[in-house]
């Protein structure tokens, strides 16, 4: 059964035995699974999932320390590379969730993409119920605090990736010393990817009528969320048999 294959797909999935992260290299052996992904909505093609990972950067990491599980919001920079890749960040010194590395390194990050909720109004099958499309990728790998240099770079790196689409580039125009003092308010972090799952939930279990119904409904909502979860679903084929 394709991808996009009209009528049901299995409800459940088997988990496979080993995973690869984008560019290839082996995984962990039967790794606990950090999400639920059936299998039609299961994305392998690493060229995918390395664009989608630079296109929704902004992730959600978390941790675990002695209290529970801890999450920030932060925007990532991604080097692609075989076997897995590294991830680059910083936080502000005062989030203490850089300290929890040292106890416990193997941390996760949640790059959401498009997505919206689903009326069954669009669809051609009379029999059916609400639900939400999505696309989302979830990365383990090691994290480690980082040293001046890769923290300055990191930095840079950020800033010049959202300039350059600016109509006038920001190009830190400011005094040195300036710079010095506020990269003392935040600490530069890599993780070193092991593990990545993606799912996309973009309706792929429907018929192409439906799917049809979908792309309709999103796209005559108006809601700038609807419309680009619907550009992202053509991106993908939906509309395709």
Known sequence: MGAWADGRAPV??????????????????????????PAFNR?????????FIHANAFATLVTNCKDGPWASHLPFVYDEAPGGGLLRCHMARANEQWRHFEENPEVLCIFLGPHAYISPSWYQAKVAVPTWNYAAVHVTGKAKLEDDGFLRKTVEDTTRKYESTMPRPWEMPIPEDYV??????????????????AKFKLS????????????????????????????FMREQGAASP
């Open 12 to 37: 459940g999935e088997a988990q496979s035995g080993s995973r690869r992260a984008p560019g290839g290299g082996n995984l962990h052996r039967n790794p606990a699974p950090t999400m639920y992904i």
């Open 204 to 231: 792929q279990n429907r018929s192409l009528e439906d799917r049809l119904g979908v792309l309709a409904g999103l796209e005559g909502s108006g809601d700038p969320g609807s419309l680009t979860l619907a550009g």
């Open 180 to 197: 010095v003092s506020m990269m003392r308010a935040i600490v530069g972090f890599s993780i070193q990817v092991t593990r990545v799952e």
């Open 43 to 51: 994305v392998s093609d690493p060229d995918k999932i390395n664009a």
